[in-house]
């Protein structure tokens, strides 16, 4: 039988603790004057070997998360039964992101959708407390209105076919502009779609379904 001071110890040994490691910043490769800015994380181990220095496999692992955290995502929302699949993210990482995004949109649908409304939006940058986003759209405005019935000529996107939603110049301009003045506000874009119009007085309107072709009896 262990003794009691034996088990002491051996709980001990295996309790989790925090190691605080400081490593050199490899996330700028340039050449400039100023010192990189130093990495300072938690590694998570057994008490017993808390005192142990970092070894290279950690202070790697240390690094790859540090440059991950830099990196720019975004995150698109999805609703139940939409007729959109995400079909591509690209240049989301682009310096000059703000002109370079697509996010390219499938129709997985049996309908052609003939409008589409989304945002873009910025939760990290809130001037007045607010977080901004804008909109991008596709087909012409007077479908925002699902009960508006659609030309067959009009432009839309067929079942199967795919379309790329952009920020419009008017406001890539802008958006450069913020982003070059606080570019750590920038890191995480959320996208969501808040309307479809299949132009037969029918689509989706805040993630519900929405047929105008039924009256309201009152």
């Known amino acids: 039988m262990l003794s009691t001071k034996t088990i002491k110890f051996f709980l001990a040994a295996i309790a989790v603790v925090g190691l605080i490691v400081v490593v050199g910043a490899t996330l700028n490769q340039g050449t400039s004057a100023a010192p990189p800015a130093p990495i300072t994380r938690q590694i998570i181990r057994r008490k017993d070997k808390s005192k142990l220095p970092a070894t290279a496999n950690e202070i790697a692992e240390l690094r790859r998360k540090a440059q991950d955290k830099e990196k720019r995502t975004l995150k698109t929302q999805e609703f139940k039964d939409m007729p959109l699949k995400f079909h591509a993210i690209r240049n ?111 689509g989706f309107e805040v993630e519900r379904f929405t047929d105008s072709r039924i009256k309201n009896p009152n």
């Open 92 to 202: 989301v990482e682009s310096e000059t992101w703000y002109k370079d995004l697509q996010i390219e949109v499938k129709n997985i649908g049996t309908k052609p959708i003939y409008f589409i409304l989304a945002y873009l939006e910025f939760p990290d940058h809130k001037p007045g407390g607010r977080d901004i986003g804008f909109d991008l759209t596709f087909g012409d405005l007077k479908y925002v209105d699902i009960a508006v019935l659609a030309d067959p000529q009009a432009p839309h996107i067929d079942p199967g076919q795919t379309y790329v939603l952009t920020i419009p110049p008017k406001y890539a301009k802008s958006l450069g502009r913020k982003h070059g003045k606080a570019p750590e506000e920038f890191k995480k874009l959320n996208f969501h779609i808040d309307i479809i119009s299949f132009g037969d007085g029918t």
